[in-house]
């Protein structure tokens, strides 16, 4: 068992990897929206490796392949996982409900319309009607300030 001190090293170095690990993924283009890879991937590599630092009975090479059965374990399983619940129900959308946004076929607004034309949406329902999408887009006036 590691020291308190080692418990703590441990653990920021995990920080720092999963820092690393996430700018790393954004770099390549890999989508990891919540971080998962980073924290719960990359850090757990680090975590399977850092018990050679208190554990002297533990081997590099019995946490290598320890490491890579985890990895291809993980992978096969959540392969057959996948496939069977993209047979049952697709697990993508169309790409003119992605191009458009989720958030308009689901909910019926934007999500985030400070991220783009505030029309966006009322244009979607009203039918591509602009003027009429943009008069509800003008902000309201408060009547304090005014």
Known sequence: MPSAGLAVLIGAVGGIVVVVSVLGLDKLKLDDP?????????AGIWGIFAVLLSNPD?????????????IAWMFAASMVVLVILNK????????????????IHECGMLAYPEFGPASQAS???SGGNSDQGAARSKPVSNPATS
Request: hydrophobic share 45%; glycine share 12%.
């Open 88 to 103: 049952v129900m697709p697990l993508r959308v169309s790409e003119e409900e992605e191009l458009e946004g989720m958030d």
């Open 34 to 42: 919540v971080g998962a890879i980073s924290v719960h991937g990359t």
């Open 123 to 125: 244009d979607m329902h």
């Open 58 to 70: 533990a081997t590099f090479m019995g946490q290598l392949i320890g490491t890579v059965v985890i």
